[in-house]
């Protein structure tokens, strides 16, 4: 087991350096550079290469490569070149909203949709089922920052229920120490600021989590079912077991392998797919800063994201693979 | 009255549109306690779905109907509740499946499967449970029990599968036991070694047997009474040595002949049966084996011919039965004029015949009645047809 960890840890060295270098030079292939994007359409020539001098985009693309290798090693990502502050502060600051809002959201989506696929397979055919098999459809095929302007005006302009915006409400002043608002409170025993950011949490969380939600529970439902049929769940019921351990020691963990390995799949996504929703709450998690990186051709920020964004996939699938050794013998790494 | 007594079961399938499929038409047989009770049948006849029917593991489905009667030590299990039903499957009832390795849950450790048996029905729990567990594979014959019960399905050999499978089955001491081809997936030695081992559980213990198989092997050596099942009908049904001896259903004949056998002479034939179960759909009526039968006469299509009983619980549903071996099949068996539907007793129809050929094929049979003498003719109900 701890081999395995290790080895996977280290496969993703050579992965991340592919993955950079291929980025790097593609970035830097786009048309236009920071310099148009700091000068606009009125920069001479001249300002535009002083600039370019300036930020080191002048020297051939592979001496700024190793730079920027160098300088990795030692955990600096550099300065963005719009906020001119170190990529690594930005990240700090935002990221942990993102995860925050991941991690709501994969709960959201995993907390209901196993029950519903679950139960929709148990009734198949019947109204249950038709309904949660029509509503993921729905579900998949609703663009994300629409159905987070139909939760907003609903939960929160409407009924009030829920906070409209930001991830929590600065009146608390809340202690920081991990930039997770809701993992700080509990640290700090604020309880009520751990509570708001929860709270804030809830609206983005569900637009966030209606795509895995209606993925899940297909996945979950088609499992279940092909489970159903084996053999072996016939064998527990020829042993005249209850239906509760049937249902729980023989179809459902049998049926988890699937919906573990999607669960590992869209995780990664959402990290990377947030921008619209946290845009629309205006939370500021990475998504929105990211996506203003790009216009501003902030080489820095991009190949820092990139690179995280790289390496919570490998840990996220390094986990699923784990999960499925203890959920599956058959499958005991090695 | 016999531990089990299945009386004009019958599991129909509809469908919307389609014609209904009667899987299993008026199926009848009972069986005594220590005592083994073979079906016997090409796929597809019914077999399986017999013995499911009679647990009641038919997958639930619109369309699904089971009829007739199956008691059970005076309790109709077709007229159980889930949940009496789940209480009585597994302690009282037991069943064996054909492929082990799909049979067992893959993903937890034998141990667990046989004790979540011993939990429910028994209240065995802990330190006591995983004795016991350890005590059934031991007794079932799995060496190193206490290491067996740690490990998972997909580390044992086929062999020692179906052994888990039988220590799962027997852990509660069931009265009855059905076996559902539980040799098919395994190598023949190993095929005798279960066989052996269900032959001693039975001799031991009492336990009744039902024992389905298309593997007439396996029912020469192991079973006291033989029903014959061709597309969801007994068709013939005896006791062994006469059933081996003189068959009487050309369908019985013709699976017989089928059989490679060592004391043939060089260069004689297997005599295959031509075509296949699946000709049963489009004959809607008379007996279902005619298409396919070489003794057929114009009799055989119309009503379904009745299962007549002769002596001994012996009986055939045929117009015109093959002859017994060493008489003279008399002209035109069934009577000209003879209404298809019933046929006269065995030694009506062959005044040649010596009387009783049962006691005459098997000379030292032990008393034991012979499952089904009880039961008259059987009503053989038509194919219907869905409005």
């Known amino acids: 087991m701890f081999r395995f960890i290790v080895r996977r840890l280290l496969q993703l060295i050579p992965t991340l350096f592919g993955l950079s270098l291929l980025l790097f030079i593609w970035l830097r292939r786009l048309p236009g550079g920071p310099e148009t994007a700091i000068l606009g359409e009125r920069g001479t020539p001249e300002m535009r290469a002083a600039i370019r001098r300036n930020l080191g985009l002048d020297e051939p693309i592979l001496v700024q490569y190793g730079r920027f290798v160098r300088r990795l090693l030692s955990l600096d990502l550099g300065t963005s070149t719009s906020t001119k502050r170190s990529v690594t502060t930005e990240f700090f600051e935002r990221f942990p909203g993102t995860v925050e809002l991941t991690v709501m959201a994969m709960i959201i989506a995993i907390g209901i949709g196993i029950p519903l696929g679950y139960l929709a397979a148990r009734r198949r055919g019947r109204l249950l089922d038709h309904l949660s098999v029509g509503g993921s459809l729905i579900g998949i095929c609703i663009p994300v920052f629409f159905l987070a302007y139909v939760l907003k005006a609903i939960f929160s302009e409407n009924l009030g229920w829920f906070p409209s915006s930001g991830r929590q409400d600065p009146t608390i002043g809340a202690t920081r120490i991990t930039n997770f608002f809701v993992v700080d409170g509990l640290l700090t025993r604020e309880w009520d600021a751990a509570a708001d950011a929860l709270w804030h949490l809830v609206l983005p969380g569900l637009a966030l989590a209606s795509i895995p939600l209606a993925i899940i529970v297909r996945i979950t439902r088609a499992s279940v079912l092909e489970v159903l049929n084996e053999d072996f769940v016939r064998t527990a019921e020829a042993k005249g077991l209850t239906e509760r351990t049937v249902r729980s020691r023989h179809v459902l963990r049998n049926a988890m392998l699937p919906v573990v390995t999607s669960i590992g799949l869209l995780t990664g996504g959402l990290l990377s797919g947030a921008v619209l929703t946290e845009t629309v709450f205006a939370f500021s998690g990475i998504g929105a800063f990211v996506a203003e990186a790009i216009s501003q051709r902030d080489y820095p920020v991009l190949m820092g994201f990139i690179l995280i964004i790289a390496v919570v996939y490998v840990l996220v699938n390094l986990l699923v693979d784990l999960s499925y050794s203890v959920i599956d013998p058959r499958v005991r790494v090695r | ?387």
């Open chain 2, 1 to 387: 009255m016999a531990l089990l007594e299945v009386d004009d079961l019958s599991v129909t399938f509809a469908r919307r549109g389609q014609r209904t499929v009667r899987a299993v038409d008026g199926v009848s047989f009972s069986v005594d306690a220590g005592q083994v009770v073979g079906l016997v049948g090409e796929s597809g006849c019914g077999k399986s779905v017999t013995s499911l029917a009679i647990m009641g593991l038919l997958p639930k489905q619109p369309g699904l109907r089971v009829g007739g009667k199956a008691v059970f030590d005076g309790t109709d299990l077709l007229q159980l509740d889930d949940r009496s039903r789940r209480d009585i499957r597994g302690r009282d009832v037991a069943m064996i499946f054909q492929d082990p390795l799909s049979s067992l849950n893959p993903v937890i450790p034998i141990g667990l499967q046989v004790t979540e048996v011993l939990a429910r029905h028994r209240g065995m729990k802990g330190e006591a449970a995983q004795k016991e567990a350890a005590e059934l594979l031991d007794r079932v014959g799995i060496p190193d029990p206490r290491r067996r019960l740690k490990e998972y399905p997909h580390q044992l050999s086929g062999g020692m599968r179906q052994r888990a499978l039988i220590a799962m089955a027997v852990a509660c001491r069931p009265r009855l036991l059905i076996a559902d081809e539980p040799t098919t997936a395994l190598d023949v030695t190993i095929q005798a070694q279960i066989l052996e081992l269900l032959k001693e559980l039975v001799r031991d213990s009492g336990t009744a047997l039902v024992m389905i198989t298309h593997d007439l092997g396996v029912v020469a050596g192991m079973c006291d009474t033989i029903n014959v099942l061709y597309a969801g009908r007994v068709v013939e049904k005896a006791r062994r040595r006469p059933l081996f001896r003189e068959p009487r259903h050309p369908y019985t004949v013709g699976l017989l002949g089928s059989v490679p056998r060592l004391d043939a002479g060089r260069g004689e034939r297997l005599v295959p049966i031509p075509g296949s179960v699946r000709d049963v759909l489009a004959w809607p009526d008379g007996c279902a084996f005619a298409p396919r039968c070489a003794r057929r006469i114009d009799e055989c299509v119309g009503e379904p011919p009745e299962l007549s009983l002769t002596h001994d619980g012996r009986g055939y549903r045929c117009v015109n039965p093959a002859p017994v071996p060493g008489t003279v099949p008399p002209a035109g068996t069934a009577a000209p004029g003879a209404t298809a539907a019933t046929v006269a007793p065995a030694e009506a129809a062959e005044p040649g015949a010596t009387p009783a050929p049962a006691g005459i094929a098997e000379p030292g049979a032990t008393a034991a009645p012979a499952a089904g003498g009880v039961a008259g003719p059987v009503p053989a109900p038509r194919e219907e047809e869905k409005p």
